[in-house]
């Protein structure tokens, strides 16, 4: 691409945003709109339409924060449809053949880094104007954060692309919340002719193992490598599908699994995903590559109708990666291959005359992404003890939304499940207010399980409930007044990502006596307790507790350990109260493979698909825990995960066959192996060199030099290898 295609691109964003971006704290010399000051911002602006199909032009640009002490964010713009904040920088060259600096780079993440953790002292006025509003942003449930960046020229240093690794690697500490949007002279270019429709995207697309389908309209399926579909996301990003699918995409968990599994099972993508579905406007089969193990389909006016997920994540993982999509060593992508149809929507009509059937391209979307999705929630419904609870708050007038389509239908004399389980988990214990802030919905995902009855049973009455919700709007009301004192730092931060733990400690400061279980009312509380004087002494306690941790606050309240501390403290040093658990959950649902310390995301991922494998085995369970809290050192040890975990020492050979320490496998029974051949490699533990480890092992192994797991007594037998490592 060159400058006809940069031409092209300055006139879009110059149409787009002329006269509607504020330039009034920039030096402009001669026409506003040839400035490098309107095109930068101009830029910044449209990269929002490239991300969404309906906004409003105007709104955008009132959300440029570009200019002096702009901390290296140019734009900040929500969209409440999809509960997305887009954190936008842009560089604008007008030859299109200059990277962004690394520098630049860094000062956006910087910026970034700061605006999460609401250093509002470190932004222009322009962001300063709008802090409320950000504030209110942050604090909503289930925020994604969109990394944007913009710019003309087409490559991306290896340098910049590990410093936003590290951004999500941070970010995304213990959930996905932020995604990077890389948007460079190829994808904007690709925007230019999809506004309204995708069907401009001509590409040659390479199937393995494809083949034929024989019927109405010609079609071709086989397998397509994910290489090939992060190019595609590269060059044209959202522009690849359908208009009308764009409006559906985002679900988060779907989005997680995906990914979870290129980091985890690549080799396994092909069995656990759907697929791609594309159709185009013309498919013709090229002569190269004229076998069914390898065919090249030249395809015109495509779009992708299913499976826009998939490209997604693909595309967006493939971006995080610093290395070249068309290098080798693309992170776990070249071991990635998913299922791909390609249909053409050309027909001929009764006169011989060929026409583009867009009727059948409306019904192939709408059907295949026609799912009825039941959530976890949903079963709640379904528990005798909730409708008990229903029926008895009717009685007095109070309304228990227990259907998810109600649960936003909140008033003074109703609430629905979601607030019910914050608010009595917060009177339960820290374990249970620290799992529904990371994750509520796991609550639901058993109804049987301890972790719903610890919260939910018979002893538990519809009145102690209801009084428990009322108690949490008077706490979070105060909260928010506290909010509307304009608090910086630590403070606000706390405000915005710790108020469960706030919560928490004014439940234990009230006390359960305090709470009735058998009248709705709160009087005697109400007359007995200063609530601003509590909060604001435990904000107090919070906030130097924070100062101390060498983390941002927003990841300090991700940790569930770091949380548990800062808990304890204000417990002992404010409430005076000694700390005392009751009816904790059980061992092996406190194990929880992302609480392990010094563990990679990527670690925790891959160790958490295996223990998923496990989870129903006491014993397997057990020496899995025992072995991460024991046994693993990140700093002296890594694994290699493909469905079984190997185990191996970190040392400066080249083979892993010379580092290796054993393998956990499991089918029926968790499976160690010391000695054992795959791919022609023969694997041998690094152990076996030791005469005494042979003898301590050979009462234990079998004729295959493996330890099957199959009581405690093996888990505590096992556990002595600790003397050997």
């Not at 942050?138 to 954060?145: D, V």
């Not at 109804?447 to 949490?472: A, G, H, M, Q």
């Not at 392990?596 to 825990?625: H, P, Y």
Request: net charge negative.
């Amino acid at each position: 691409m060159g400058l006809l295609e940069m031409s092209q691109i300055k006139s879009r964003i110059t149409e787009e945003y002329d006269g509607l971006l504020d330039l009034s704290d920039a030096i402009v010399r001669g026409e506003p709109t040839e400035s490098n000051e309107f095109l930068s911002r101009a830029l910044a602006a449209y990269s929002i339409n490239v991300m969404y199909t309906e906004i409003d032009n105007s709104i955008v640009a009132n959300s440029i924060t570009d200019g002096s002490k702009d901390n290296g964010i140019d734009l900040i713009y929500y969209n409440k449809e999809k509960n997305e904040l887009c954190l936008v920088q842009s560089k604008y060259n007008h030859k299109g053949n200059s990277e962004p600096a690394i520098g630049d780079i860094h000062s956006f993440i910087v910026g970034v880094k700061d605006l999460i953790n609401t250093k509002f002292d470190k932004f222009n006025q322009k962001v300063n104007d709008r802090r409320d509003e950000i504030v209110s942003i942050l604090e909503k449930s289930k925020l994604k954060f969109k990394i944007i960046l913009v710019y003309t020229a087409t490559n991306l240093s290896q340098d910049a692309r590990r410093e936003f690794n590290d951004l999500l690697e941070e970010l995304n500490d213990f959930r996905d919340v932020a995604e990077l949007e890389i948007i460079n002279q190829k994808r904007l270019y690709a925007s230019l002719h999809n506004k309204k429709n995708s069907r401009n995207i001509d590409i040659d697309i390479d199937l393995k193992d494809w083949g034929r389908y024989e019927g109405e309209m010609e079609a071709v399926y086989g397998q397509v490598s994910a290489l090939q579909i992060a190019d595609w996301w590269e060059s044209y990003g959202n522009s690849l599908y359908d208009y009308n699918l764009r409006k559906v995409l985002g679900n988060t968990q779907i989005n997680d699994e995906i990914r979870n599994t290129i980091e985890t099972e690549p080799e396994l993508f092909w069995y656990y995903n759907n697929g791609i579905t594309i159709v185009c406007e013309e498919l013709d089969k090229k002569r190269k590559g004229n076998t069914k193990e390898l065919g090249t389909f030249e395809c015109k006016g495509i779009s992708v109708v299913n499976g826009a997920q998939t490209v997604g994540v693909i595309g967006k993982y493939a971006q995080t990666i610093p290395t070249s999509v068309r290098e080798d060593g693309k992170g776990n992508l070249d071991n990635v291959y998913v299922p791909l149809r390609i249909i053409s929507i050309t027909s001929v009509d009764d006169e011989e005359q060929e026409y583009l059937n867009e009727a059948f391209a409306s019904a192939v979307t709408t059907k295949n992404n026609r799912q009825n999705e039941i959530k976890e929630r949903d079963f709640v419904s379904l528990d005798s003890y909730q409708k008990k609870i229903e029926r008895d708050l009717a009685l007095i007038g109070i309304k228990y939304h227990l259907m998810r389509s109600e649960e936003e239908e909140t008033t003074e004399t109703s609430f629905g499940v979601r607030e019910a389980t914050r608010a009595v988990s917060f009177a339960k214990d820290i374990e249970a207010t620290i799992l529904v802030k990371r994750e509520l919905g796991s609550i639901f995902a058993d109804i049987d399980s301890p972790v719903y009855k610890k919260l939910f049973n018979d002893s538990v009455t519809s009145y102690y409930i209801w009084n428990c919700v009322r108690i949490e709007r008077i706490i979070a009301d105060k909260l928010e007044l506290k909010k509307a004192e304009s608090p910086v730092g630590e403070r606000l931060a706390i405000l915005l990502y710790g108020k469960e733990i706030v919560s928490k400690l004014v439940f234990d400061y009230l006390g359960k006596e305090l709470i009735p279980k058998d009248s709705t009312d709160l009087s005697r509380l109400s007359q007995s307790v200063n609530f601003e004087e509590i909060i604001e002494q435990i904000l107090n306690r919070m906030v130097l507790k924070v100062r101390d941790v060498d983390k941002t606050p927003s990841n300090i309240f991700k940790n569930k350990r770091l949380m548990r501390d800062i808990y304890e403290d204000v417990k002992i040093h404010i409430l005076q109260q000694e700390v005392k658990e009751d009816g904790a959950f059980p061992e092996v649902e406190q194990f929880q493979v992302e609480n392990v310390e010094g563990l990679s995301r990527v670690e925790r991922l891959q160790l958490s698909s295996f223990m998923d494998k496990i989870k129903d085995d006491n014993q397997a369970v057990e020496l899995f825990r025992r072995w991460l809290e024991e046994i693993y050192d990140s700093e002296q040890h890594y694994i290699g995960y493909k469905t079984n975990i190997h185990f191996y020492r970190k040392d400066e050979s080249s083979f892993a066959t010379e580092k290796f320490i054993f393998r956990l496998a499991y089918y029926t029974k968790l499976i160690i192996s010391l000695e054992f051949n795959v791919y022609g490699s023969k694997y041998r533990s690094t152990l076996m060199d030791n005469e005494n480890f042979v003898k301590w092992a050979q009462n234990m192994v079998d004729d295959k030099q493996r330890i099957i797991i199959d009581s405690m007594e093996k888990v505590e037998q096992f556990m002595q290898i600790k003397d050997y490592i």
